[in-house]
């Protein structure tokens, strides 16, 4: 299935701390997608990257992606209490269906 | 400005009822969605409309049904409500650049039927 598959499913670390988490899929791809998901909040885009595209970055994120491996990984650095959150991801393929397909996500603790 | 919005944020009724949610989006895009995520976490498509034009509908049960009026709304109407309808129902928009679908997501409404 298209559905991207997040580990660990939970992670807890100190602030000041890297985070990384990692997204395996199963189909090629288009992009890929992480968003990020505050508790009793909807989900907020963080970062796109393309099938052709190996690395990117954002602020404090970075993302990989090995095509070859199908598979993503974010990483957020320096990382907040206000980091504290659940992370998803999306692959999304080429044409047609827009709709994402998301798993269940890791759930950060970023201790104060 | 709230770019994507949905009501109520909480339903609760009872088994049977019918009850509808709202949500409307202000950011010009074609594309709208609904997604129901489970106790687990899942978050799951369940319909997808372009330009007022139903484009994806997953297994849903016909007990479901959505409604776009214009390409800013898109309504999600639910008849004879059951208790594993009980998640919450989030709206999404996006605009289809070519280059990959960002999409933009509601708060959510918490729904629970007793």
């Known amino acids: 299935s298209q559905q991207g598959e997040e580990d660990p499913q939970a992670l807890s670390i100190q602030e000041g701390e890297n985070a990384t988490m990692n997204c395996s899929y199963k189909?090629?791809?288009?992009?890929l997608q992480w968003y990020r998901q505050n508790s009793g909040r909807g989900l907020v885009h963080l970062i796109l990257?393309?099938?052709?595209?190996r690395e990117k970055h954002s602020g404090r994120l970075r993302v990989t992606l090995d095509t070859s491996k199908k598979s993503s990984s974010l990483l957020i650095t320096a990382s907040r209490a206000a980091d504290t959150a659940s992370y998803f991801c999306?692959?999304?393929?080429?044409?047609?269906?827009?709709?994402?397909?998301f798993g269940s996500g890791t759930r950060l603790q970023v201790q104060p | 400005d709230t770019a994507v919005s949905q009501t109520p944020k909480y339903l609760v009724t009872q088994m049977g009822n019918d009850k509808s949610i709202k949500c409307e989006q202000n950011?010009?895009?074609?594309?709208m969605y609904w997604y129901k995520q489970d106790s687990k976490k899942f978050l799951k498509i369940m319909f997808s409309?372009?330009?007022?034009?139903?484009?994806i509908n997953e297994t849903v049960p016909n007990r479901f049904s959505p409604k776009s009026p214009d390409k800013a709304h898109l309504n999600l109407h639910i008849n004879s409500l059951e208790l594993g309808d009980s998640a919450v129902y989030f709206c999404?928009?996006?605009?289809?650049?070519?280059?990959?679908?960002?999409?933009?997501f509601g708060p959510g409404t918490r729904l629970t039927v007793l």
């Open positions: 189909t090629s791809i288009n992009n």
């Open positions: 409309y372009n330009n007022k034009e139903l484009i």
């Open positions: 950011l010009g895009h074609d594309t």
């Open positions: 999404a928009s996006s605009q289809d650049s070519g280059k990959g679908d960002t999409q933009y």
């Open positions: 990257i393309r099938s052709n595209e």
């Open positions: 999306a692959p999304q393929r080429a044409a047609g269906r827009r709709a994402l397909t």
